[in-house]
Nanobody, 116 residues
Framework: QVRLVESGGGLVQPGGSLRLACAAS????????MAWYRQAPGKERELVASISSAGGWTNYGDSMKGRFTISRDNAKNMVYLQMNSLNSEDTAVYYCNVKIFGRTYWGQGTQVTVSS
């Protein structure tokens, strides 16, 4: 079955960096696009970044452009999110996401807290 496991979240000071990772299994990873979403308390889940199956195309939410970088390693079935210049508005649970044949799958999420 499809499984997505996020890691790398934690507490970071404003201006700091974190790198999230998502380990994927149960499907042909190199054939599908992947994405990161986030959900802050009291807010709707929003797209953070997405990447095509081969990694040649990426897309970012407006507030993430220039600060976040999504990447993938198809040999390891991993997708990453490098987050720089973090601020308090980046505090949220971050989820790995994949859509396969019209069905959406989510990981359990990893908490990112930006605070001094």
């Amino acid at each position: 079955q499809v499984r997505l496991v996020e890691s790398g979240g934690g507490l970071v000071q404003p201006g700091g960096s974190l790198r999230l990772a998502c380990a994927a299994s149960g499907f042909t990873f190199s054939s599908v696009g992947m994405a990161w979403y986030r959900q802050a308390p009291g807010k709707e889940r929003e797209l953070v970044a997405s990447i095509s199956s081969a990694g040649g195309w990426t897309n970012y939410g407006d507030s993430m452009k220039g600060r976040f970088t999504i990447s993938r390693d198809n040999a390891k079935n991993m997708v990453y999110l490098q987050m720089n210049s973090l601020n308090s508005e980046d505090t949220a649970v971050y989820y790995c996401n994949v859509k396969i044949f019209g069905r959406t799958y989510w990981g359990q999420g990893t908490q990112v807290t930006v605070s001094s």
